[in-house]
């Protein structure tokens, strides 16, 4: 059996290569030509995994070790009788560092305190909950805008889209879609952006493409820059649009969800799931030497009086600081302007850990180790 995976999922040449002979590709590249003789294809975001791709290949088995889909045309596997697996929730926790961390990065060098804000959530799947709940059990002020979910589930606080847009902290989780009832291909265009508060926040860490760049750009000019922006991911990925880069406070290459552990457990929940469709035993390998544990540092808090965000603040950047990875992207677009800046700098990320593997201590009855287990630490 032949098996081709993007050369950028990790573990997969240890995890795979005892179901079938295993070739590392560049997954943005991909053509149909290469898939002549494959049986199993592996793929990240960026494989856009349709008709043209398959026509005419034995393939019939497509993994994604993501959580998005929208560069998987499901219909036409369904179609064609190819199996599909995903990887639901694999960087869940990895997304909902990405936020806290930005918001510290925003609260240590503009004073923005964000605890007794209005705080918006935009998809309760599993990033949105992550999120959101880490928010409730902090104490915030937060809601929730999913049409989809809304009915279902009780006991969150679910408002409506011009809620969300009266808010203070906007975190964006909703998967880009142009179908449906609620479609949120640029859901944020410029009417819904002329609705927003004084001085909010943005987290944008979803799909580029949901928010309007150009109606953003515009709003930003109008309002002078009373607007604070973290943006993970960018309409037209690899090319980003570099008037929104010089204007955002944080500007990074769609790695939100880029946690050692995320990225492991994505490659082994496709390995599971392709296991499962072979009728193959996948405890031949064990989880526990797929995933990572990370350094498992120890961050030691007391009762003294530094305040309870600054603390939220230097944790969260003593395990994932996310202004490195704004530098790196500023640094390499100025020093590059040939390369593939965006892909490179995703192959070449210096993986971060969550923050669950680091373990907090003080006194338990320090208010503070309560909030950071609220945030994902262990205590
Ligand atoms: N920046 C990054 O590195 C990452 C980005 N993502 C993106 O985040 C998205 C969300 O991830 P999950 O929560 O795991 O997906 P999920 O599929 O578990 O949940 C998506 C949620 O969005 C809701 N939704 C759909 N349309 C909506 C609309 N118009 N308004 C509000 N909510 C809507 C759905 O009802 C669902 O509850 C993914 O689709 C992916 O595109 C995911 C992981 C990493
Ligand atoms: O899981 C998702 O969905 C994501 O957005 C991934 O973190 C994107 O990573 P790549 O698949 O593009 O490496």
Same mark, same amino acid.
């Given at each position: 059996?032949? +098996?081709?995976?993007?050369?950028?999922?990790?573990?997969?040449?240890?995890?795979?290569?005892?179901?079938?002979?295993?070739?590392?590709?560049?997954?943005?590249?991909?053509?149909?030509?290469?898939?002549?003789?494959?049986?199993?294809?592996?793929?990240?975001?960026?494989?856009?995994?349709?008709?043209?791709?398959?026509?005419?290949?034995?393939?019939?088995?497509?993994?994604?070790?993501?959580?998005?889909?929208?560069?998987?045309?499901?219909?036409?596997?369904?179609?064609?009788? +190819?199996?599909?697996?995903?990887?639901?929730?694999?960087?869940?926790?990895?997304?909902?560092?990405?936020?806290?961390?930005?918001?510290?990065?925003?609260?240590?060098?503009?004073?923005?305190?964000?605890?007794?804000?209005?705080?918006?959530?935009?998809?309760?799947?599993?990033?949105?909950?992550?999120?959101?709940?880490?928010?409730?059990?902090?104490?915030?002020?937060?809601?929730?805008?999913?049409?989809?979910?809304?009915?279902?589930?009780?006991?969150?606080?679910?408002?409506?889209?011009?809620? +969300?847009?009266?808010?203070?902290?906007?975190?964006?989780?909703?998967?880009?879609?142009?179908?449906?009832?609620?479609?949120?291909?640029?859901?944020?265009?410029?009417?819904?952006?002329?609705?927003?508060?004084?001085?909010?926040?943005?987290?944008?860490?979803?799909?580029?493409?949901?928010?309007?760049?150009?109606?953003?750009?515009?709003?930003?000019?109008?309002?002078?820059?009373?607007?604070?922006?973290?943006?993970?991911?960018?309409?037209?990925?690899?090319?980003?649009?570099?008037?929104?880069?010089?204007?955002?406070?944080?500007?990074?290459?769609?790695?939100?969800?880029?946690?050692?552990?995320?990225?492991?457990?994505?490659?082994?929940?496709?390995?599971?799931?392709?296991?499962?469709?072979?009728?193959?035993?996948?405890?031949?390998?064990?989880?526990?030497?797929? +995933?990572?544990?990370?350094?498992?540092?120890?961050?030691?808090?007391?009762?003294?009086?530094?305040?309870?965000?600054?603390?939220?603040?230097?944790?969260?950047?003593?395990?994932?600081?996310?202004?490195?990875?704004?530098?790196?992207?500023?640094?390499?677009?100025?020093?590059?302007?040939?390369?593939?800046?965006?892909?490179?700098?995703?192959?070449?990320?210096?993986?971060?850990?969550?923050?669950?593997?680091?373990?907090?201590?003080?006194?338990?009855?320090?208010?503070?180790?309560?909030?950071?287990?609220?945030?994902?630490?262990?205590?």
């Amino acid at each position: 059996m032949k +098996i081709i995976a993007d050369e950028n999922m990790p573990n997969a040449e240890i995890l795979f290569s005892h179901l079938g002979q295993v070739e590392l590709v560049n997954g943005r590249t991909l053509t149909n030509e290469q898939l002549k003789d494959v049986d199993v294809l592996l793929v990240r975001s960026v494989t856009k995994v349709t008709k043209k791709l398959l026509e005419g290949s034995p393939v019939r088995f497509v993994g994604s070790a993501t959580i998005g889909v929208d560069h998987i045309d499901k219909d036409y596997l369904a179609e064609a009788n +190819i199996a599909f697996s995903s990887a639901p929730g694999c960087n869940a926790n990895a997304v909902a560092d990405y936020v806290f961390s930005g918001l510290s990065y925003l609260y240590l060098t503009k004073q923005l305190s964000w605890l007794g804000k209005k705080i918006a959530v935009v998809g309760y799947g599993n990033v949105g909950e992550t999120v959101y709940q880490r928010f409730a059990q902090l104490g915030c002020d937060v809601c929730v805008y999913d049409p989809y979910k809304q009915k279902a589930i009780s006991g969150v606080n679910f408002v409506s889209l011009d809620d +969300i847009l009266a808010c203070e902290v906007i975190s964006l989780h909703a998967p880009l879609t142009s179908q449906g009832d609620y479609p949120t291909k640029a859901m944020f265009g410029a009417a819904e952006l002329s609705q927003l508060s004084s001085g909010v926040t943005i987290i944008s860490a979803g799909r580029g493409g949901v928010i309007d760049e150009e109606a953003l750009i515009r709003l930003h000019h109008e309002r002078h820059g009373d607007i604070n922006l973290i943006v993970d991911v960018w309409d037209g990925e690899p090319k980003i649009n570099q008037t929104l880069v010089d204007l955002v406070d944080i500007a990074t290459p769609h790695i939100a969800g880029y946690s050692k552990q995320g990225r492991e457990k994505g490659t082994w929940m496709v390995y599971q799931a392709l296991c499962d469709f072979l009728k193959h035993d996948e405890s031949l390998m064990a989880k526990d030497s797929a +995933i990572s544990p990370g350094w498992l540092p120890v961050i030691n808090i007391d009762n003294r009086s530094t305040k309870n965000e600054e603390i939220l603040a230097r944790s969260a950047h003593a395990i994932y600081d996310v202004a490195r990875d704004d530098a790196r992207l500023r640094f390499k677009f100025r020093e590059n302007k040939e390369l593939n800046v965006f892909d490179w700098l995703r192959k070449h990320y210096v993986e971060r850990d969550e923050f669950n593997t680091c373990f907090v201590r003080g006194d338990s009855d320090a208010p503070s180790l309560g909030l950071l287990k609220a945030t994902g630490f262990s205590i």
